[in-house]
Antibody, heavy 114, light 112 residues
């Protein structure tokens, strides 16, 4: 069974940093591109970042370029999102999703507030 | 960026009746390999999104056959042939052809 379990969310002040993790199981992690998608409270879905199977390419939505970094460790079946210079508008539930968003985790809440 | 426009944004439906959601993209979603990466997602209240349809019309395993997707190039539709109570939630289209991937605003399906 495919499982994606996010962790690392929490409350952080504007300008702060946070690192999200996504633990994958039930499939060959190194064979799939991975994504982060977020959802602000009461709002719609926004794709954030993608990383290729071997980590050789990364893509980002403009609003996080230069602030967020997606990475992966295929030896640990894990996906990461390093979030720096956080803004209030980054407040959202962050989901990791496999491939073309076929499977999703349960999400982890990031709250940016003073 | 590709803008995905869904309509309607709110869809009250009587149980057992059909429902249809439109999704239009601001540019062609046909990729260089000939595939069209248009997906449909369902998000039930309090749950993570679930992919229902991929590449326009391919239903995911376990998705009831009352759900169907159709369309091409810039104009796409999700149809529910007979709405059931468990179909309540928000439905999103998403294009995965162009970076950045983009979602529609969401259509809230509720029972009248």
């Amino acid at each position: 069974e495919v499982q994606l379990v996010e962790s690392g969310g929490g409350l952080v002040q504007p300008g702060g940093s946070l690192r999200l993790s996504c633990a994958a199981s039930g499939f060959t992690f190194s064979s799939y591109a991975m994504n982060w998608v977020r959802q602000a409270p009461g709002k719609g879905l926004e794709w954030v970042a993608n990383i290729k199977e071997d980590g050789s390419e990364e893509y980002y939505v403009d609003s996080v370029k230069g602030r967020f970094t997606i990475s992966r460790d295929n030896t640990k079946n894990s996906l990461y999102l390093q979030m720096n210079s956080l803004r209030i508008e980054d407040t959202a539930v962050y989901y990791c999703a496999r491939g073309l968003a076929h499977y999703w985790g349960q999400g982890t809440l990031v709250t940016v507030s003073s | 960026d590709v803008v995905m426009t869904q309509s309607p944004l709110s869809l009250p439906v009587t149980l057992g009746q059909p429902a249809s959601i439109s999704c239009r993209s601001s540019q062609s979603l046909v990729y260089t390999n000939g595939n069209t990466y248009l997906n449909w997602f369902q998000q039930r209240p309090g749950q993570s999104p679930r992919r229902l349809i991929y590449k326009v019309s391919n239903r995911e395993s376990g998705v009831p056959d009352r759900f169907s997707g159709s369309g091409s190039v810039t104009d796409f539709t999700l149809k529910i042939s007979r709405v059931e109570a468990e179909d309540v939630g928000v439905y999103y289209c998403m294009q995965g052809t162009h970076w950045p991937w983009t979602f529609g605003q969401g259509t809230k399906v509720e029972i009248k």
